[in-house]
């Protein structure tokens, strides 16, 4: 299976980098486009897939043309999407071989369509990330997407800190320190003795959650008071061990998350669910020799 990536990387995730490296490094036909100046007749032409894979927010016209004239069949990310989008892209499955719809929920997903097979793909931590040796420790990070009381009084707490911010902030006079990224944020996180993380479920339990996990030394994650229930779930989901029943927690998660959490776990699942019997098998080898350090 020829697998072509449509790079809809943006702030908070790198998924279709981490997947294409993956497979890449297990000997499958994959390629990425992204380069915003190729057109999509150049791109696709040039790569020749079976299937291209893309976010449903990155479709264009021209995309949607190409595929409804040319056997290619397409697999979409729809994290995000409401019930109104969801049924459009019903309707968009009437001209284009739409194989495959996921999102990035840690649970059972409510993303489904009627007509296309729906299902879940996780986010993972991106260990292909490059990650800048650390010249200086500090001791506070306080990192946040989005305004909020709650961000401003922990920032108001502690009298020595950053204050991080995972997005872009348009005002010059931005009360932040830094702007980061996802790709940019395991070299971020390892600057700092303790990284505290205060946003809602939504935002938390992505990649952003795998990332600051996987690089923090010390990591403390702060949901509003009414959204406690539903992340405490999240993490019963994703992680298997008791937390009053482990000694060290944080070099718990960390192996778990090498462990079950990985691009090549994630590309392991998207070949599967696609059908692809002999990649999945690549794609199995390489995942049980993993081995990563991290923090």
């Known amino acids: 299976m020829k697998i072509l990536f449509h790079d809809f990387s943006n702030i908070f995730t790198t998924e279709p980098r981490y997947l294409h490296t993956a497979l890449e490094q297990c000997q499958i036909d994959s390629q990425i486009w992204n380069n915003p100046q190729t057109s999509v007749y150049d791109a696709l032409d040039m790569a020749k897939p079976d299937i291209l894979i893309s976010h449903y927010q990155a479709l264009d016209n021209d995309i949607v043309k190409y595929l409804s004239q040319n056997k290619v069949e397409l697999a979409l990310n729809v994290t995000g999407a409401t019930k109104n989008v969801l049924s459009q892209i019903d309707d968009l499955s009437n001209n284009v071989n739409i194989k495959l719809i996921y999102d990035n929920t840690y649970h059972k997903s409510i993303s489904r369509s009627k007509k296309i097979k729906s299902d879940q793909i996780m986010p993972a931590a991106d260990i292909f990330s490059p990650v800048q040796p650390v010249e200086q420790k500090f001791k506070l990070g306080i990192l946040t997407s989005i305004e909020s009381k709650q961000y401003e009084d922990e920032v108001n707490k502690e009298p020595v800190h950053h204050r991080l911010h995972l997005g872009v902030s348009e005002d010059k006079e931005s009360q932040y320190d830094l702007d980061v990224d996802m790709h940019r944020l395991p070299s971020i996180i390892r600057m700092y003795d303790n990284i505290r993380i205060v946003d809602t479920v939504k935002n938390v339990c992505s990649q952003l959650f795998f990332e600051a996990c996987l690089h923090g030394q010390n990591v403390n994650i702060i949901v509003p008071e009414s959204e406690q229930e539903s992340f405490t779930g999240s993490f019963e989901k994703v992680f ?40 999945n098998k690549k794609v199995e080898n390489v995942k049980n020799q993993l081995q990563f350090q991290s923090v």
């Open 240 to 279: 298997s061990s008791d937390p009053e029943d482990v000694e060290d927690l944080a070099t718990e998660i960390k192996d778990q998350i090498v462990k079950n959490h990985t691009p090549f776990h994630r590309a392991s699942r998207l070949l599967k669910l696609l059908g692809d019997t002999e990649g």
